[in-house]
C-alpha cells in the first residue's frame, strides 16, 4: 500500500483546525474568568479612597451609606440584598414598566378582553421582578455554598504562610470570582474603613443570608471572644461545609422521583388541554363559558395547587 498524501493532508488540515479551535476555546475561557474575576474590581478601579469605595458597594447592594437595610418592606429590601443583583431604582422602575405594559398587551392579545389587562400587568409587573429575584438569589446561594470551601483553604493557607487576617481575607476577595468575591472583598474594605473582624463577617452573613457563611460567622464569633487556634477552626469549618454540601447532594437525589413527579403531575393537565384548545378548539369551547365549567375549572385548579403544596412539604427536607 502507497503513500497517500491526499489523506495526509487532510489529516494535517482536520489536526490544525482542530488545534486552532481548542486554542480559541481556552483563550475565550481564559478570557471569561478575567472578565469575571475583573467585574467586581470596576468599581475600585474607578473610586480611590477607602471611604467612597466601601460606600458605593454598600448601595450597589441595595443598603444605605451606613450598611443597614433600607426602609420599607424588610423581605424585599432583604431578598434585593441576597439576589446580588445591582441596586438601580432608575432602571428597575423603567423595566418594571416595561414588563407591565407588556404583560398587559399580551394578556389582552391572548383573551381579547381589555378587563383582563390589570391581571396581565400585576402578574408580570409585579410577581415577575419577584421570581426573578428570587430566582437569581437562589443561584447566588448556590454558588456560595459551592465557593465557601476554597474560600476558607485559601485563608488557611494565607494565614500558615504568616499573613495577618485582613490580607488573608482581602486575597479571597482578590483572586476569587463572584459571588465570593465580591462578599470577601468588601468585607475586607470594612475592615480597612475601621470595622473589627467581627462585625465584617458579621455583616457578611447579614448580606449572604447563607447558613454556610452564617457557620463560618459563628466560628470567627468564637475565635474572637474565646481565643483558640483560628487556622485549625477554619480548616474544621472548611470540612464541614464540605459534609454539609454533599449530605444536600444526597438529599436532592433522594428525593429526585418525588420532585419529577410533582413536575410531571403539574404540567400534564396544562399540556393536555393546551393540546387540545389547539388541536380541537371546539371540544371545549361551545361549553367554556358555562358557570359550571367554569367553576369545576377553578376548583380543578385549587385541588392542583394544595397538590404542589404537599408534595413540596414532602421532598423539603432541610439540614
Given at each position: 500500500m502507497g503513500f497517500d498524501a491526499k489523506s495526509a493532508y487532510l489529516v494535517l488540515v482536520f489536526a490544525a483546525v482542530f488545534a486552532a479551535g481548542q486554542a480559541c476555546f481556552g483563550l475565550m475561557g481564559t478570557a471569561k474568568v478575567k472578565r469575571r474575576v475583573n467585574q467586581r474590581l470596576k468599581v475600585s478601579e474607578r473610586i480611590g479612597g477607602i471611604q467612597e469605595l466601601v460606600v458605593e458597594l454598600r448601595k450597589q447592594r441595595g443598603l444605605t451609606a451606613a450598611g443597614d437595610l433600607r426602609a420599607g418592606v424588610k423581605w424585599l429590601a432583604e431578598l434585593i440584598v441576597r439576589s446580588g443583583v445591582p441596586y438601580d431604582p432608575k432602571k428597575w422602575l423603567m423595566a418594571v414598566i416595561a414588563a407591565a405594559v407588556g404583560g398587559a398587551i399580551l394578556i389582552v392579545v391572548v383573551s381579547h378582553s381589555l378587563l383582563l389587562a390589570p391581571v396581565g400587568a400585576i402578574l408580570f409587573g409585579g410577581a415577575g421582578p419577584i421570581f426573578f429575584l428570587k430566582f437569581m438569589a437562589a443561584r447566588r446561594a448556590k454558588a456560595?455554598?459551592?465557593?465557601?470551601?476554597?474560600?476558607?483553604?485559601?485563608?488557611?493557607?494565607?494565614?500558615?504562610?504568616?499573613?495577618?487576617?485582613?490580607?488573608?481575607?482581602?486575597?479571597?476577595g482578590r483572586e476569587m470570582v463572584d459571588p465570593i468575591g465580591s462578599e470577601f472583598g468588601m468585607a475586607a474594605d470594612e475592615i480597612a474603613y475601621g470595622a473589627t473582624l467581627e462585625q465584617a463577617?458579621?455583616?457578611?452573613?447579614?448580606?449572604?443570608?447563607?447558613?454556610?457563611?452564617?457557620?463560618?460567622?459563628?466560628?470567627?464569633?468564637?475565635?474572637?471572644?474565646?481565643?483558640?487556634?483560628?487556622?485549625?477552626?477554619?480548616?474544621?469549618?472548611?470540612?464541614?461545609?464540605?459534609?454539609?454540601h454533599r449530605m444536600r447532594l444526597k438529599i436532592k437525589a433522594a428525593t429526585?422521583?418525588?420532585?419529577?413527579?410533582?413536575?410531571?403531575?403539574?404540567?400534564?393537565?396544562?399540556?393536555?388541554?393546551?393540546?387540545?384548545?389547539?388541536l380541537s378548539p371546539d371540544?371545549?369551547?361551545?361549553?367554556?363559558?358555562?358557570?359550571?365549567?367554569?367553576?369545576?375549572?377553578?376548583?380543578?385548579?385549587?385541588?392542583?395547587?394544595?397538590?404542589?403544596?404537599?408534595?413540596?412539604?414532602?421532598?423539603?427536607?432541610?439540614?
Open positions: 456560595l455554598g459551592h465557593q465557601l470551601p476554597q474560600g476558607l483553604e485559601i485563608i488557611v493557607r494565607s494565614l500558615e504562610a504568616g499573613h495577618p487576617v485582613p490580607t488573608a481575607i482581602q486575597l479571597v463577617i458579621g455583616r457578611m452573613s447579614q448580606r449572604c443570608q447563607h447558613p454556610d457563611v452564617d457557620l463560618f460567622a459563628a466560628t470567627v464569633r468564637l475565635q474572637e471572644r474565646a481565643g483558640g487556634n483560628l487556622t485549625g477552626l477554619l480548616k474544621l469549618n472548611a470540612a464541614t461545609v464540605r459534609d454539609r429526585a422521583e418525588g420532585r419529577m413527579s410533582a413536575i410531571i403531575l403539574t404540567a400534564a393537565p396544562f399540556a393536555a388541554g393546551g393540546a387540545i384548545a389547539l371540544f371545549y369551547g361551545e361549553v367554556i363559558h358555562e358557570p359550571f365549567i367554569q367553576t369545576g375549572l377553578a376548583a380543578m385548579g385549587v385541588w392542583v395547587a394544595i397538590g404542589n403544596l404537599i408534595m413540596r412539604r414532602m421532598v423539603d427536607m432541610r439540614i
